[in-house]
């Protein structure tokens, strides 16, 4: 099962990373784009490498987001996770699937690329992205698409995109999208509204930049009591009838034994260590 938080972790700071995947997300993205100034980009990507290497983490747990492919570190990075053996690679600025094709050739066959699609022309361009070899699942970098056309900060802007990762992912066979993270670390309702917001269209997971985040993104993801009862009721009913059914008055179809195992598949809980 793939993750449900992805805490981002400064590349230059290396005496975070241990302390991040203890902190209870599913995979902690150690970043050497936007929270590392150029200067420190060598000894971020140095540090990087040598933890990944001796760590000893569970390669679904980490993820690297590189430099974006038109940047001057790029090279150095695709390199970097070659060497170390890095299995997941964040892209940043994704607008093609030629970068795609491009950062696989410089690392490794097997290695799964998130591409972070965070402008207009990554969302133009979003279905051949979809589809593009080695793509695992997209995550939507809401902040800088909202920067790029220069939106007021309704979230009604977001309708759009959200919608057409989702109906891309779905159409490509991909796991469900990564939600943009939200910026506000001392309002947790921030958090909890903007994750509502993005399971509206499909996105399963959110990306976060605390771990008070991590716990509430967590928690979230899991099933209601409520909804649980309810699906095991659809299951047990649909399980013992050859014919239609009914549970709470409500017809039970496929579709509504889709959601149940849907809902049941959800219970599933990972504890990190």
Aim: glycine fraction near 6%; charged fraction near 25%; hydrophobic fraction near 45%.
């Amino acid at each position: 099962m793939l993750p449900v938080s992805y805490l981002f972790v400064p590349g230059n700071r290396p005496e975070r990373f241990a302390k991040a995947l203890a902190a209870g997300a599913g995979a902690i993205i150690l970043d050497l784009e936007d929270a590392v100034a150029p200067a420190d980009k060598a000894a971020a990507r140095q540090s990087v490498a040598d933890w990944a290497g001796s760590a000893g983490i569970a390669a679904e747990r980490l993820v690297v987001r590189i430099n974006d492919t038109l940047s001057p570190w790029y090279a150095d990075d695709v390199a970097m996770v070659k060497a170390a053996g890095i299995k997941q690679v964040m892209l940043p600025k994704t607008e093609s699937a030629e970068q795609v094709k491009m950062t696989i050739a410089g690392t490794a066959d097997d290695v799964c690329i998130v591409p972070l699609v965070e402008t207009a022309r990554g969302i133009a361009n979003i279905d051949q992205i979809a589809r593009a070899e080695g793509v695992q699942r997209i995550a939507f970098g809401s902040l800088d698409y909202a920067a790029d056309l220069d939106l007021s900060g309704d979230e009604r802007a977001l309708i759009y995109p959200y919608s057409k990762i989702a109906v891309a992912s779905r159409c490509a066979g991909l796991a469900p999208p990564i939600a943009g993270v939200t910026p506000t670390l001392d309002d947790l309702q921030r958090t909890e509204t903007d994750f509502a917001f993005s399971r509206a269209f499909g996105c399963t997971a959110k990306m976060c930049i605390h771990p008070k985040q991590v716990e509430l993104v967590e928690r979230l993801s899991r099933p209601t009591q409520q909804e649980v009862n309810w699906a095991r009721k659809v299951l047990a009913a649909a399980k013992n009838s050859s014919g239609a059914v009914q549970v709470d008055g409500k017809m039970v179809d496929r579709p509504v034994v889709l959601k149940a195992e849907a809902i049941m598949a959800r219970t599933t809980t990972t504890t990190h260590s």
